[in-house]
């Protein structure tokens, strides 16, 4: 391993510990609970789909503001309130009464979960180590794929033992007696010094560049379409006649993909730079959608995952290289917050899109094969953008 990481192995498996367990507020282990949850609030398809989309928008635009903070905060204390953020996600979720507190609850856990502790472990990672970045980054990551391999399960197992409420009840004693002890543990020498303040930034006015615009898409094509598959994964298995079992198991190879591609993104990046593996990294997931749109075959499952998991691994070391070699560090917080706050709106809105179509008769394999071609033309925009080409200065 290289000596970059001499003596710092605590502030790697922090980073690890974050991705992996931001996967309490993850879809893949949210929609594990989706027809127990529906059952119970009497919500359709469509209904359940435009909850979990607009408390996931929410989340998705206060990350901009909030994402921020992490360039004035000290990483310590920051890091531990997104963590007893998480905690209250959890058992809200366990709590939620009513389906205005199951919004909430929903907004809680995609806010704190899926969108903070995300940023928190990539921003970290992509700072302390200039000159290992793509592969700091890149085993942080890991531990994204690594949980959404095991959370499914534990999360099926939980309602079996325990009922939905009940399940959620457990995550959020893990939160309080796992979670938090880990990372004041991990963090013990790190993170207690104030940064300083960096330049202002503008989100709007580094949104309406041309060079974000076109990169738009790129940034918000990965969450949308795997958000969009995990999300309708029971609706997706009956439309094939495939057992709901099938579609779960699947996600073993998603996760042992995205491991090796995060691994071999982040080598990569540090070789040769972010610039060409941008623009390659979505071909997977464009092949994974043909091939669920064109095969009902039960292996079909396994390929799309493992193909959608390609380019999940490559996309954490590979966007924030780019944006970091585009924009520089200083303003890296900000910046990153901004890009996921991109990839959670996406992830807001595909859930609900596809539902929606689904009510109204549209083919599930067509809107499948619809995500291929979006997906396409996100890697098409980027190729016109400035960031693949040379360094910016953000406004």
């Not at 605590?10 to 993850?26: D, H, K, P």
């Not at 990350?63 to 996600?89: E, S």
């Not at 004693?173 to 979670?179: P, Q």
């Not at 079909?300 to 290289?321: D, E, W």
Request: charged share 10%.
């Amino acid at each position: 391993m290289p000596s970059s990481f001499a003596g710092r192995w605590s502030f790697l498996a922090f980073g690890f510990a974050f991705m992996f367990f931001s996967n309490f507020g993850q879809t893949p282990f949210v929609a594990v609970f989706g027809g127990e949850i529906r059952a119970a609030f009497g919500l359709s398809n469509g209904a359940w789909g435009a909850i979990y989309s607009i408390a996931t928008l929410v989340s998705g635009l206060l990350i901009t503001k909030v994402g921020g903070w992490i360039d004035t905060i000290a990483l310590r204390r920051y890091a531990l309130a997104t963590i007893i953020g998480l905690c209250v996600a959890t058992a809200s979720a366990a709590l939620a009464p009513n389906v205005v507190a199951l919004v909430f609850a929903i907004f809680l856990l995609r806010f704190f979960g899926q969108g903070l502790m995300m940023h928190v472990a990539i921003t970290a990672m992509a700072r302390e180590f200039s000159g290992a970045r793509g592969r700091a980054v890149a085993i942080a990551t890991m531990g994204l794929p690594a949980g959404a391999a095991i959370f499914p399960a534990f999360g099926a197992l939980m309602i079996a033992l325990v009922g939905w409420q009940g399940g959620w009840a457990a995550c959020a004693i893990l939160c309080l007696v796992l979670v938090l002890p880990l990372a004041l543990l991990l963090l013990r020498d790190h993170g207690r010094v104030t940064p300083s303040p960096p330049a202002a930034f503008s989100v709007w006015r580094f949104l309406a560049q041309k060079d974000m615009l076109l990169a738009l898409p790129t940034l918000a094509a990965t969450g949308f379409v795997t958000t969009a598959i995990a999300f309708h994964q029971v609706l997706i298995a009956t439309s094939k006649g495939w057992p709901v079992a099938l579609v779960a198991t699947s996600f073993a190879a998603h996760g042992v993909a995205s491991i090796i591609a995060t691994l071999a993104s982040g080598w990569l990046v540090d070789r040769i730079g972010s610039r060409w593996p941008a623009l390659a990294f979505q071909m997977p997931m464009a092949a994974a959608c043909f091939v669920l749109a064109l095969s009902d075959a039960p292996m079909a499952i396994f390929v799309c995952m493992a193909l959608l998991g390609v380019t999940v691994g490559a996309s954490g070391p590979v966007t924030t290289l780019l944006l970091a070699e585009a924009y520089g560090v200083e303003r890296l917080g900000a910046i990153r917050a901004t890009a996921a706050a991109i990839m959670v709106v996406s992830t807001a809105l595909s859930p609900v899109l596809f539902g929606v179509l689904v009510d109204w008769g549209a083919a599930v394999d067509t809107l499948i094969a619809s995500l291929g071609v979006l997906t396409i033309a996100a890697m098409a925009t980027l190729a016109a953008s400035g960031l693949t080409r040379r360094a910016i200065e953000p406004v």
